[in-house]
């Protein structure tokens, strides 16, 4: 199944309560603990943290893409988080963050895994679209903006 | 004798679900048409670049996932033949790497392909699919017939019953 279609509104959270880097990695996953799609949320976690502590996945224009192989899943995952205000995530430019994808993949679907990486990166080159997903106010509007 | 519009058959195997079920229609298709069959995994460098350079990856991160895709590709492309085999069809595989339509197009006109098949498509189109999705360019840009396959549990259950 495409990323796209992966994108619904139980996998989408508007606005994050987080504060901190590691409270929104747990938000993030918590999404899809609740959702049945994550079997062993400690060992993801960790996971999360170890790729954050090479280097953060904070990137530019307010964009944060977490992400980890895991074999806690057994199919490709996306959680997405909106926090308006902004989290300190360390990101690249220095701004705030406040669009987070996170993507989660099992260990045999590196292929898979990078094409979703490589679509949420297309998605952050459109800073209006950018712009128009943080304006959004609940999870159907962020789907149907990236669904348009 | 006159010869039918379909010689030579390229199903893209990406490892995704919908590419295996297409690689499985491919074989069938080949057999009853007696067509040649081919299945190409393209390693895709080019977004491993991509992610690189917009800093999504590490430098170690993208050496590792390089890795982990030849790898990828090596085991599907495997699993596509033995597949292939369990019907008496022969598959030529090929493994090749850089942008992924680029080089299936590049194969395309190489191999003189006829027909190119592809796994099912997202349910939902996005006006981000036309620039990102490889899947999508491909069947917009490929100079041969596309077919895209579709109902996963017909064509496992038809794959089952052909003898």
């Given amino acids: ?148 | 004798m006159i010869k039918g519009p379909i010689q030579r058959i390229l199903v893209n195997i990406d490892g995704s679900e919908e590419s295996l079920v297409a690689c499985e229609y491919g074989i069938l298709l080949a057999r009853i048409i007696n067509a040649r069959l081919l299945g190409a995994y393209v390693v895709n460098t080019r977004a491993l670049s991509d992610l690189r350079k917009t800093h999504i990856f590490l430098a170690a991160e993208e050496a590792e996932y390089a890795r982990d895709i030849e790898e990828d590709a090596n085991r599907y492309l495997e699993h596509a033949a033995r597949t292939a085999a369990t019907k008496g069809v022969e598959i030529e595989t090929i493994k090749t790497s850089g942008s992924v339509h680029q080089e299936l197009l590049r194969v395309i006109e190489e191999k003189d392909i006829d027909l190119l098949i592809i796994g099912e498509l997202a349910h939902v189109r996005s006006r981000l699919d036309e620039f990102y999705n490889e899947s999508e360019r491909l069947m917009r840009s490929a100079p041969c017939s596309v077919l895209i396959v579709k109902d996963e549990d017909r064509v496992d259950d038809l794959f089952a019953l052909e003898e």
């Fill in chain 1, 1 to 148: 199944m495409a990323l796209i279609d992966k994108i619904t509104e139980d996998v989408v959270k508007v606005p994050l309560k987080s504060t901190t880097k590691p409270e929104v990695l747990k938000e993030l996953l918590q999404i899809l603990v609740a959702n049945g799609q994550v079997k062993d949320e400690a060992s993801v976690y960790n996971a999360l943290l170890e790729r954050e502590g090479l280097g953060s996945t904070g990137l530019e224009n307010g964009i944060a893409v977490p992400h980890a192989k895991t074999p806690a899943v057994d199919d490709l995952r996306i959680a997405i988080g909106i926090a308006p205000k902004g989290i300190e995530f360390q990101a690249l430019d220095g701004g705030l963050s406040t669009l987070f994808f996170m993507i989660l993949a099992a260990p045999d679907q590196s292929g898979l895994h990078i094409e979703a990486l490589s679509e949420i990166a297309g998605m952050s080159r459109s800073t209006a679209f950018l712009r128009s997903l943080v304006a959004a106010s609940t999870p159907g509007e962020v789907v149907r903006l990236i669904h348009e």
